[in-house]
């Protein structure tokens, strides 16, 4: 077989098949990044909290001694019931976003501005939102106690009383996730159907009666997102813990993710096998939320 | 519409809502307005305990000034200008490329690697921490901004792949049909066809992977130390550790450090919102 034979064979194997072949030629780099960088590091993280390893020398199988010892942690279990507390107080995000855009959807002038500066705080990086509310909080120059001294309450210290730490960062955090809700319902308010609401406007529908039954029924895909963003948003705090108490006072506003970077890169010694077994935890934890969207996407998919 | 458009109501509930306005949005923006008032003030306003009354004279200048002369602050926030970039071009490109794979051809495992990419990135940061920065040293990219930029790069692909498939799922498919029964090649057809398609949504990824990578700041701790590399997010504890208890400085310093996402928002909003929703809320 001559070159030439063999060079035009091959060119019409790849061109019988380029529509199964492009695809992943296409997907290939992508693949690869994502792979190296997150599909294999999940695995070796799993593996790794079975060893006791200290990020220098070798690491020693420990079984799962790693994941006992976490049963027996103070810590671990103030870490996760705070991870709780993040999960439930941050879906307020939801419907106070849902009740801010109902508010700003009008058509008054300068309504645009309003609404962009309604959703400024989400544009802002975690870590100004928490510079910001831990001077907001601040018990000698604080605003906070310069609106409660005026009504005569207060003084209060809310990053410094264990008590109320947490709570006092979730409240930073739903400033950025309810503007976030915010314009995910404003979008979604722009597609409900106006004959439908003028329809039930006839039928002598309206305020709550309206809003139930109308309203959020159409906006379902809005409440998915914002569901799904600050779920993961919950889990994911870190930044503002970081920067607002770094995990203190005495270690009341840890969660999962902290606790983990903490024990993995101490100051006291890298302890890398437990802070994988608590990052698994955690894992596993967002897997379960995982499966659940992805679930609601399938069936999506199927629908279409 | 709903609620009620305001021409509809009462006068009463108009002039309510529109004196409401100001003064909801002024509420809301409290403790921002607090920093930014603190940022105008001279220093001589702190030390006499008197942090609430209204700045002596104006000093901002002179505050943003030492921001940018007396603390490597420029130095953070050019080495965030070259963490955040490139990675918008990478993660873009890569995105664009598997969001036409996914988007256009049906094969096998299409749907699985599809739910791949968005489990991906969804998963906790703390999972890959470990083992992402084992692989940085590694690669002796550890204190780098190429370090960081890999993985970024690699992160957002998740994110943009379920934008970018979505996205090119909604075009219309009769268009690249045409296109191969007049017996174009395939990559011509992403060249040609799909990619000058994609621009609104390449528009608003990058405004909005812009914004996520520059406000990073876990992977900035994890993956870097000192002036040489970190983005401005991790550099501001340095900053404030600098300036103490200078209010008026610790203040315009977090300003400064927000402000190029805030600007780029403004400036793209469409984009921006478009990005936010998913593409999935029109």
Redesign the interface.
């Known amino acids: 077989m001559t070159d030439t034979t063999a060079a035009a064979l091959d060119h019409s194997w790849f061109h019988r098949n ?3 072949i ?3 030629l ?2 290939l ?3 690869l ?2 792979t ?7 695995i ?3 593996s ?1 909290s079975f060893y006791k390893w200290d990020g220098l020398g070798e690491a020693e199988y420990v079984g799962i001694a790693n994941y006992e010892r976490l049963a027996n942690d103070r810590a671990f279990t103030v870490s996760l019931v705070n991870n709780l507390k993040w999960l439930l107080l941050y879906l307020l995000a939801i419907p106070a976003g849902l009740f801010i855009a ?2 700003l ?4 002038r300068g ?1 645009r501005i ?1 609404k ?6 989400f ?6 939102v928490g ?3 831990t ?2 909080y601040d018990p000698n ?1 604080g ?1 906070l106690n ?1 609106i409660l001294g005026s009504v005569g309450l207060g003084p209060i210290n809310v990053l410094g009383d264990p008590a109320l730490a947490t709570y006092g960062i979730i409240a930073a955090g739903l ?1 950025p996730q309810t503007a ?1 809700c915010m ?2 319902y404003l ?3 722009n ?2 159907d ?1 004959e439908q ?1 003028e329809a039930a406007r006839l039928d002598g529908a ?1 305020g709550w009666r ?2 139930w039954h ?2 959020i029924p159409q906006l379902k ?2 409440t998915f ?1 914002a569901f ?1 963003v600050t779920i ?1 948003g919950a ?2 705090s ?2 503002l813990i ?2 607002m108490t770094n995990g203190g006072p005495f270690g009341s506003t840890r969660v ?2 902290f606790y ?2 903490e024990k ?2 101490s100051e006291y010694g890298f302890r ?1 096998g437990y ?2 077994a ?3 935890v ?2 596993f934890i ?1 897997l379960f ?2 499966a659940y ?2 679930w609601s ?2 069936q999506d ?1 199927k629908g279409r | ?6 021409e509809r109501t009462s006068r009463t509930w108009q002039i309510g ?2 004196s409401l ?1 100001p003064v ?2 002024i509420a ?5 307005l ?2 930014a008032m ?1 940022s105008i003030k001279p220093s001589g306003d702190f030390t006499g305990g008197d ?2 009354s209204w700045p002596s004279r104006f000093a901002g200048f002179e505050n943003y000034g030492r921001v940018f002369t007396d603390s490597p602050m420029p130095r953070y926030i050019l080495n965030s200008f070259m963490i955040t970039i490139p990675t918008v071009i990478g993660a873009v490109a ?2 664009c ?2 969001g ?3 988007g ?2 049906r ?1 096998r495992f ?2 699985l ?1 599809f ?6 990135n ?11 920065r084992d ?1 940085t040293i590694d690669a002796g990219l550890y204190n780098t901004k190429l370090g960081l930029v ?2 970024h ?3 957002q ?2 994110f943009c ?1 379920l934008f970018m498939r979505n996205f090119i799922r909604a075009l219309p498919y009769e268009l690249i049909e045409a296109a191969r029964v007049e017996g174009i090649k ?2 011509q057809i ?1 060249w040609h066809i799909v990619l000058p398609l994609m621009k609104p949504a390449i528009a608003a990824l990058s405004v909005l992977i812009f ?1 996520f990578i ?2 990073d ?2 992977w900035a ?2 993956l870097t130390q000192g002036p040489q590399a970190q983005p401005v ?1 991790a550099g ?2 340095s900053f ?1 550790a600098q300036f103490g208890v200078a ?1 008026h400085m ?2 315009a310093g ?2 400064v ?2 402000l190029p ?2 600007l ?3 400036l793209m ?1 469409r984009h921006f ?1 478009a990005g ?3 593409g ?3």
């Not at chain 1, 959807?105 to 008054?108: L, Y």
């Not at chain 1, 962009?116 to 705080?121: A, D, G, Q, T, V």
């Not at chain 2, 519409?1 to 305001?6: C, E, I, S, V």
């Open positions: 380029r529509k199964t492009t695809p992943w296409f997907l780099p992508a693949i990044f994502f190296v960088y997150v599909i294999y590091p999940i070796q993280s799993i790794l109902l508010f959807n009008q058509t008054v309504i309003y962009s500066l309604f959703f400024f705080p544009v802002i990086s975690q870590v100004v510079l910001v509310f001077w907001f120059f605003l310069g400033w976030y314009i995910l979008t979604g308010l597609a409900v106006p609401i309206k309206m809003l109308i309203i895909p809005a997102i799904v993961i889990l994911r870190f930044d970081s920067i999962l993710s983990m970077f993995a890169l890398m802070g994988a608590i990052a698994v955690l894992f967002m939320f995982i969207f992805l996407m399938y998919e | 519409m709903f609620p009620t458009p305001l809502y529109q306005l909801a949005v809301w923006l409290l403790p921002l607090a920093v603190f942090y609430w890569l995105s490329m598997a036409f794979a996914l256009i051809y094969f299409n749907l690697v739910f791949l990419f968005i489990a991906g969804f998963v906790p940061f703390q999972i890959l921490m470990i083992p992402v692989l890999l993985f790069v690699a992160f692909t998740g792949t395939e990559y992403f914004t520059w406000n700041y876990f701790v994890v997010t501001i504890t404030n209010y610790l203040s977090s300003i450090a927000a996402p805030v780029m928002f403004f909003q919102i936010l929703t998913l999935a809320v029109k």
